[in-house]
């Protein structure tokens, strides 16, 4: 019987070893992704966070919606370096402005941040103060 508890509390301590390690790998994985949002929030007007039904206090690695083409979090923690938070996690949990989203405008149309058009050979981009950024393609 001894061996028996011994067995079962040694198979414990492995399975939670390993449970704190993929914990653990994952939230580093997480503080060194690559920003979301470098080149301006993309699909500005998503209702993530809100599609979810709410938000998440702290840090909690399950508050998570699909987004494009991975994922985007709707936890207080995402706002820390705000490089992983959905679309409207600002709107929509903290009631506030989104820190960065830009409109351009041109030709009478509105750009949000991130967005692109192209004139003649050149790429156009609207930056996250609402400035363009045009890249020229070598004819």
């Not at 690695?61 to 600002?90: E, K, Q």
């Not at 903290?94 to 192209?118: D, W």
């Amino acid at each position: 019987m001894k061996l028996f508890l011994l067995s079962v509390a040694a198979l414990l301590l492995v399975v939670a070893e390993s449970s704190a390690e993929r914990i653990l790998s994952r939230r580093t994985k997480r503080d060194l992704a690559n920003p979301l949002h470098v080149g301006g929030i993309r699909d500005p007007n998503g209702s993530y966070c809100e599609r979810r039904g709410g938000c998440c206090p702290g840090r909690d690695d399950i508050c998570t919606v699909p987004y494009l083409d991975t994922i985007c979090y709707c936890d207080l923690f995402c706002n820390r370096t705000i490089s992983d938070c959905c679309p409207d996690f600002w709107g929509h949990c903290l009631g506030i402005q989104p820190p960065f989203i830009g409109t351009c405008e041109r030709n009478g149309n509105t750009f949000f941040s991130g967005q692109t058009y192209r004139e003649n050979c050149n790429l156009c981009t609207c930056g996250t103060t609402g400035r363009w950024s045009v890249t020229r393609t070598p004819v």
